[in-house]
């Protein structure tokens, strides 16, 4: 496994905002299904416990960030700590755009 800083995402640029609440629900990741048949696109908010943990931690290393998360129960507001975590560290985090209300 590759330790230490991944390139991609790492350039100049302005800095990414915190995340808010809300936004978690527009931060799609794509994890293994629990039952074990595929993959499966999902949202932070509808990530299992397990499934988040696997993914913040496999992320923070791709771009050599320590992060040691909390065992048992994560909820939203330490899922929303833990990403503003690596997005102060320079780590992208992207969202789907918010939708237009005017669509319907």
Known sequence: ?????FPY???ER????????????RVYVLVPREDGRG???VTVVDMTDR???EWIVAKAAL??????????RIGLETRLRLLNYLIHRGVRIY??????????
């Not at 302005?14 to 629900?25: G, N, T």
């Not at 960030?65 to 909390?70: D, E, S």
């Not at 969202?95 to 319907?104: A, F, S, T």
């Open 51 to 53: 499934q988040f943990r």
């Open 63 to 72: 771009h050599g960030v320590p992060l040691i998360p909390p065992l048992g």
């Open 39 to 41: 993959d499966e696109n």
């Open 95 to 104: 969202l789907v755009p918010e939708p237009d209300d005017e669509r319907g």
């Open 14 to 25: 302005a800095p990414q905002p915190d995340l808010r609440l809300e936004d978690l629900r």
């Open 9 to 11: 995402g790492r350039y």
């Open 1 to 5: 496994m590759y330790i230490g800083r």
